[in-house]
């Protein structure tokens, strides 16, 4: 290591920029993809601080577009002990405000080519030679307002690791099992929601997935009764789906991963007019900022999740991670009423709450029935009991005014569509599909999912508009070719040599199980 390299990462390391902790080698990963570049170490190690070492009563004075670039650590544990809630938050802000001046001066200090005349403006010197520039981005940190705090979140971390061991091997079974993807992708909750399995962002985000009303309504189903946004099962199936066509569309799991906070379009975008797909190029590109705080963080913050999921019983010894619930389902045959379950199941309603995040309030407090085809949930040591609910004495006659809150027939809006033109397609009338999709006016947009007949009206029918309509370009049976399962391969690496969806190849080989072994021979769609 060459000497000046040397010294200043013991500079770093006696002035708190960085821990000696954080020097030790990072465990290499089985999947690639997610070892941290080197370009990413510095950052990652970042948000692992934030994470792991400092608390709520611990605030970071770092760089905003170089967050690694530590300026100060500021520890408020005296004052939130001694002072009121609202009197500490004032504090605490004239503190971070006083700090945040003084590193300007020392800033525009260097700027002018002088010596630090303080403890903090040498800590601010070492720091900021982590920032690539000249002389330049001394004034440029001041004059762009580029100082920032963040506050630690260790307990809420901790809480979120305590919270994950709940679902986590459901997450995990979804992720590898049903889709073929990663397992390390269900470390994400981890930064979305810290695995708040009630979460309700200040902009609507829902569940441990965070999907928004929207995005939401694209995988599953979200009306005044049920919100499966709040499912940590069905919402990881679609966040399976999500993160699944992203990489599809960006060939990179750091950027399939980015776009979860800043859209596919959006990435896409930004690759396109840098030209690299790299995501170090994009994250740490020194002449301009392509993203925002948030999304230029969510990858290195994703990557920091992983190592600490690693090490968790290092980062957090005192967590003691709860057991993962054994969980028995059937999907509800017909609308029921929430105190005939406790009934039938012996579960009280508050041990149900915690199976079922999906259900709405006003279900359960008995205004509204449970909605046939709800998928209900119960602890697989009374799973059994499930079965005396589907007798048709269960039924209740009242269920809500929307029919086919599940099981009916859907069709995805394109464009040039109309309410008229899809009912006319499906044999149905406008009216029927405004009265299924609770619509007030005939206004759809592209990429909305409707509701156009209810499964038991369709005689049977269940083909959606995805398979209805393979005769514009989708896959067909009748054009395939046969692959046999080599020593190492995956039903997903195989649908991405052949460019094919996981679902088109199930779709031709309805016998095949989410498990495949050397030898076996799957068709492969033309």
């Known amino acids: 290591m060459p000497i000046m390299l040397r010294a200043l990462i013991?500079?770093?390391?006696?002035?708190?920029?960085?821990?000696?902790?954080?020097?030790?080698?990072?465990?290499?990963r089985t999947y690639a993809e997610f070892e941290v570049p080197e370009g990413l170490r510095a950052r990652v190690n970042f948000w692992k601080d934030v994470f792991t070492k400092y608390g709520k009563y611990q605030s970071v004075v770092h760089h905003r577009n170089y967050p690694q670039a530590v300026f100060a650590v500021l520890d408020f544990t005296e004052q939130a002990e001694s002072l009121s809630p609202r009197n500490f938050e004032k504090a605490k802000e004239k503190r971070l405000k006083a700090v945040t001046e003084e590193v300007k001066v020392a800033l525009l200090q260097l700027s002018a080519g002088r010596e630090p005349a303080s403890e903090l403006g040498t800590r601010v010197k070492a720091a900021m030679e982590l920032v690539p520039g000249g002389p330049s981005k001394f004034n440029?940190?001041?004059?762009?307002?580029l100082i920032r705090s963040q506050t630690g979140i260790r307990e809420r971390y901790a809480e979120a690791m305590k919270r994950s061991g709940r679902y986590m091997p459901h997450l995990e079974r979804i992720f590898?099992?049903?889709?073929g993807l990663p397992k390390e992708l269900t470390r994400l909750p981890f930064i979305e929601s810290s695995f708040d399995y009630t979460a309700y962002s200040s902009v609507g985000a829902a569940g441990i997935w965070q999907f928004m009303r929207t995005t939401g309504k694209l995988y599953l189903t979200i009306n005044s009764y049920v919100d499966e946004r709040r499912d940590p099962i069905e919402a990881t199936r679609a966040a399976a789906k999500y993160l699944r066509a992203a990489y599809e569309r960006l060939s990179s799991w750091p950027l399939a991963i980015t776009s979860y906070n800043h859209g596919v379009a959006g990435v896409a975008k930004k690759v396109r007019q840098l030209g690299t797909n790299n995501i170090v190029e994009i994250v740490e590109r020194p002449s301009e900022r392509l993203f925002g705080f948030a999304s230029a963080n969510f990858y290195p913050e994703f990557l920091a999740a992983l190592e600490i999921y690693d090490a968790r019983e290092r980062y957090f010894p005192e967590v003691r991670v709860e057991p993962a619930l054994q969980i028995a389902q059937m999907k509800l045959p017909h609308a029921v009423a929430v105190h005939r379950v406790v009934q039938a199941t012996g579960v009280p309603?508050?041990?149900?709450?915690?199976y079922n995040?999906?259900?709405a309030e006003q279900v359960w407090r008995g205004r509204y029935p449970i909605p046939k085809g709800y998928s209900l949930?119960?602890?697989?040591d009374v799973g059994q009991r499930l079965a005396s609910i589907a007798q048709p004495s269960m039924a209740v006659a009242s269920a809500p005014a929307t029919s086919s809150i599940y099981g009916g027939v859907s069709y995805k809006?394109?464009?040039?569509?109309?309410?008229?033109?899809?009912?006319k397609k499906y044999h149905t009338s406008v009216k029927e599909i405004q009265r299924l999709n609770d619509l007030k006016g005939s206004a759809i947009r592209v990429g909305q999912v409707l509701t156009v007949r209810d499964r038991e009206v369709s005689s049977g029918v269940t083909q959606t508009a995805s398979s209805a309509d393979r005769s514009k370009g989708s896959p067909a049976v009748e054009s395939s070719r046969m692959h046999t399962v080599k020593s190492g391969e995956s039903l997903w690496t195989i649908s991405r040599k052949y460019r094919v969806t996981?679902?088109?190849?199930?779709?031709?080989?309805?016998?095949?199980?989410?498990?495949?072994?050397?030898g076996q021979k799957i068709r492969i769609p033309g």
Do not use: H
């Not at 590898?176 to 889709?179: A, G």
């Not at 309603?349 to 915690?354: C, D, F, M, Q």
């Not at 809006?413 to 009912?423: C, F, H, S, Y």
């Open 10 to 28: 013991l500079l770093l390391v006696a002035t708190g920029v960085l821990s000696s902790a954080r020097l030790e080698a990072a465990p290499r």
């Open 413 to 423: 809006v394109r464009a040039g569509d109309t309410l008229g033109g899809i009912a």
């Open 176 to 179: 590898q099992q049903e889709f």
């Open 357 to 359: 995040y999906a259900i």
């Open 502 to 518: 996981l679902a088109d190849l199930k779709a031709v080989n309805p016998k095949m199980g989410s498990k495949i072994k050397p």
């Open 140 to 145: 440029e940190a001041v004059k762009e307002d």
């Open 377 to 380: 949930k119960v602890p697989k």
């Open 349 to 354: 309603i508050e041990e149900l709450k915690r």
